[in-house]
């Protein structure tokens, strides 16, 4: 099977996932395991780590994931990438669909009492737009879209001997993310897992674009 064939087929498996466990959030089935994770996070996770997960939160927030997508879409139009510059377009269309949930999904976010982010830059735009709910996260949905383009790419177009290390730092980026939602109090956990497969989905189909290096080609070069 092709690469693009695999791609195409990771990205409806994660949509259909995102459109079931969106069904679950709906009839309140997970409402329980949301309080009690938030809970058990934030029980077993001192107080002092509030300052490393708030930084981690403010990176994914809607200014800087523009900036970081405007980076990427740059570069692959001065690179003349003009399939992945259009793929990269599908970022806009996941927060358009996590602003759609967040408008009529019924899924109110935690509660006061849970809230620990010690890191706010008040005059951003974002700061002054509020929704009704909190389904899915728009922080994960985009970080999770970035994260998975840009993991693949790292993957399609880089020696092998470069993903590791590249790999696993973005990996340890994305993780830290994710956990600062919950444990910040910002999110609950329904609302992560949602974002990362809505973000994730629309990541493998941007992917789908990327130009594939040639690995013998390339070999041949690095001994010549």
Same mark, same amino acid.
């Given at each position: 099977?092709?690469?693009?064939?695999?791609?195409?087929?990771?990205?409806?498996?994660?949509?259909?996932?995102?459109?079931?466990?969106?069904?679950?959030?709906?009839?309140?089935?997970?409402?329980?395991?949301?309080?009690?994770?938030?809970?058990?996070?934030?029980?077993?996770?001192?107080?002092?780590?509030? @300052?490393?997960?708030? $930084? %981690?939160? #403010?990176?994914?927030?809607?200014?800087?994931?523009?900036? +970081?997508? *405007?980076?990427? /879409?740059?570069?692959?139009?001065?690179?003349?990438?003009?399939?992945?510059?259009?793929?990269?377009?599908?970022?806009?269309?996941?927060?358009?669909?996590?602003?759609?949930?967040?408008?009529?999904?019924?899924?109110?976010?935690?509660?006061?009492?849970?809230?620990?982010?010690?890191?706010?830059?008040?005059?951003?735009?974002?700061?002054?737009?509020?929704?009704?709910?909190?389904?899915?996260?728009?922080?994960?949905?985009?970080?999770?879209?970035?994260?998975?383009?840009? @993991?693949?790419?790292? $993957? %399609?177009? #880089?020696?092998?001997?470069?993903?590791?290390?590249?790999? +696993?730092? *973005?990996?340890? /980026?994305?993780?830290?993310?994710?956990?600062?939602?919950?444990?910040?109090?910002?999110?609950?956990?329904?609302?992560?897992?949602?974002?990362?497969?809505?973000?994730?989905?629309?990541?493998?189909?941007?992917?789908?674009?990327?130009?594939?290096?040639?690995?013998?080609?390339?070999?041949?070069?690095?001994?010549?």
């Amino acid at each position: 099977m092709s690469r693009k064939y695999v791609l195409l087929l990771l990205f409806l498996l994660s949509l259909l996932g995102f459109i079931y466990f969106s069904y679950l959030v709906h009839t309140r089935f997970l409402n329980q395991f949301d309080f009690n994770t938030t809970v058990k996070l934030q029980s077993n996770i001192p107080r002092n780590w509030d @300052l490393f997960f708030s $930084f %981690f939160t #403010t990176l994914a927030s809607p200014e800087f994931s523009v900036i +970081a997508w *405007l980076g990427i /879409f740059t570069y692959t139009l001065i690179k003349k990438y003009w399939h992945t510059s259009v793929g990269l377009l599908l970022f806009f269309v996941s927060v358009v669909v996590e602003l759609f949930g967040k408008i009529f999904l019924y899924h109110p976010g935690p509660p006061q009492l849970f809230y620990r982010n010690i890191v706010r830059f008040d005059l951003l735009p974002s700061n002054f737009v509020h929704t009704d709910y909190s389904y899915p996260s728009g922080h994960v949905t985009r970080t999770a879209f970035l994260f998975t383009f840009i @993991l693949l790419w790292i $993957f %399609f177009k #880089t020696a092998s001997y470069k993903r590791i290390l590249l790999g +696993a730092t *973005l990996v340890l /980026f994305y993780m830290s993310m994710l956990i600062s939602r919950v444990y910040l109090g910002e999110h609950w956990t329904t609302d992560i897992v949602g974002g990362a497969l809505l973000g994730t989905s629309l990541g493998f189909l941007s992917a789908i674009t990327i130009p594939f290096i040639n690995k013998a080609s390339y070999s041949f070069n690095k001994k010549g």
